[in-house]
């Protein structure tokens, strides 16, 4: 079975600096998508970034960009000139080429620092 | 485009009642989801519909549980009857395609006492 790892359950960042968020994930596929959402005190899940394991290049959205290692089987999450609106939950996912059973990691508790 | 509408958006009731969760899904989008949400097992996908139909229902922890697509722009899942352990915050997402994003809605907290 498929699991995804965000082995840091809280991180902290100061206004306008940078943060990575970990992720690891478990797959013997080769064809698959990942993703990662943001869920701030309002409960919503907002898609935040998506990479295609097929692509090497790393995909970016504006201040967010990730770091895909395939072979590492690692997708983290930077992002860039921390605002107070990024303060939220942030949920790694992983879904499989074969099927819509997206697995989601535990998540990791954002503080942002003014 | 209006995104996907969960309602009710809170649902205290006490156990042994039925209760029934609904959702519309982004028009176009051929893929529905229900997921559940606790602290103790974070985000977890109850079963899923393609055009309709129920594709992969191996989530849903009960036959307690059950949800219906009766056309292309609403579901529902029904808990009959509730458990105080059902407790959770339950989501409705949908996608275009398969492997592009889903869309989550805004959840419905749901209390069972």
């Known amino acids: 079975a498929q699991t995804v790892t965000q082995s840091q359950p809280e991180m902290s960042v100061q206004e306008a600096e940078t943060v990575t968020l970990s992720c690891t994930y478990d797959t013997s596929e080769s064809d698959y998508y990942l993703f990662w959402y943001k869920q701030p005190p309002s409960r919503q899940m907002i898609l935040v970034i998506r990479q295609e394991a097929y692509k090497q290049q790393n995909a970016t959205e504006n201040r967010f960009s990730v770091n895909f290692q395939k072979a590492a089987k690692s997708f983290s999450l930077k992002i860039s000139d921390s605002q107070l609106g990024d303060a939220a939950m942030y949920f790694c996912a992983y879904l499989p080429g074969g099927n819509n059973d997206m697995r989601f990691g535990a998540g990791t508790r954002l503080t942002v620092k003014p | 485009d209006a995104g996907v509408i969960q309602s009710p958006r809170h649902e205290v009731t006490e156990m042994g009642q039925e209760v029934t969760l609904r959702c519309k899904p982004i028009?176009?989008?051929?893929?529905l989801f229900w997921y559940r949400q606790t602290m103790m097992r974070g985000l977890e996908l109850l079963i899923y519909f393609n055009n309709n139909v129920p594709i992969d229902d191996s989530g849903m922890p009960e036959d307690r549980f059950s949800a219906k697509m009766p056309n292309a722009s609403f579901s529902t899942l029904k808990i009959q009857p509730s458990e105080p352990r059902d407790s959770a915050v339950y989501f409705c997402a949908s996608s275009f395609l398969f492997g592009q994003p889903q869309h989550f809605g805004d959840g419905t907290r749901l209390s069972i006492l």
């Open positions: 028009s176009g989008h051929d893929y």
